[in-house]
């Protein structure tokens, strides 16, 4: 069973539309969770993290975290082209030492259609 | 967030020959890590870099393919040793800051090789 799990896609979603991405953890001594985009030949750039239970929002990105089904997702209102990506799952153990290491999902493909 | 430059951003190398990868952060943080992204691929970790210590490898990655070091808290460097066209991938350099920093991590720009 891979540790951090993501559809790879691609999704596709039209111009102004919402996009929902998630992803799955199987080790429930996960603390933070991360999001990354990844435009092609590019390196990954943080959108959001989240640790707390709930929903934390950020412009048009708003991240969602359930511990207890241990699934994390991404909502992309208004979607704009410029948000086609390959969007990243990242989890850590912890915020010091090696616990701190980020293990990453094989990411989801996003196209957003004109 | 910490700004990270990464050199070389590419290369072309023979088989059989070693490469090594520096990574400079403008500003001191804690934890420096490198990561491999294969072709069409996630990333995954090489090796946590420790400052003034041997780096902590993860598995399926060995001190006497992938050298690391990092002399002090904004610099490390990783080494591509007797390199077969196997290893061509992009490698990057990722770190997180300390305490008041972001608490993300920021990743360098990669450097993408190709091994012929």
């Known amino acids: 069973q891979k540790e951090v799990e993501q559809n790879s896609g691609p999704l596709s979603v039209p111009e102004g539309a919402i996009a929902s991405l998630n992803c799955t953890y199987s080790d429930r001594g996960s603390q933070s969770f991360f999001w990354y985009r990844q435009y092609s030949g590019k390196s990954p750039e943080l959108i959001m993290f989240?640790?707390?239970?709930g929903d934390k929002e950020d412009g048009r990105f708003t991240a969602q975290l359930n511990k207890a089904s241990q699934y994390v997702s991404l909502l992309i209102r208004d979607s704009q082209p410029s948000d086609s990506a390959t969007y990243l799952c990242a989890v850590n153990m912890g915020d010091t030492g090696t616990a701190s290491k980020l293990t990453f999902g094989t990411g989801t493909r996003l196209q957003v259609t004109l | 967030s910490a700004v990270i430059s990464q050199k070389p951003s590419r290369d072309i190398c023979q088989r059989g020959t070693s490469l090594t990868i520096q990574c400079q952060v403008d500003?001191?943080?804690?934890?420096m890590f490198w990561y491999r992204q294969q072709p069409g691929q996630s990333l995954t970790l090489i090796a946590t870099a420790n400052q003034g210590s041997e780096a902590t490898y993860e598995s399926g990655f060995v001190i006497d393919k992938f050298p690391i070091s990092r002399p002090n808290l904004t610099f490390s460097t990783l080494t591509v040793s007797n390199m077969s066209p196997e290893d061509s991938s992009i490698y990057l350099c990722?770190?997180?800051?300390?305490?008041?920093?972001?608490?993300?991590?920021?990743f360098g720009s990669g450097t993408r090789l190709t091994v012929v």
């Open positions: 989240i640790y707390s239970n």
């Open positions: 500003s001191q943080v804690t934890m």
């Open positions: 990722s770190v997180r800051g300390g305490p008041g920093s972001s608490y993300g991590y920021t």
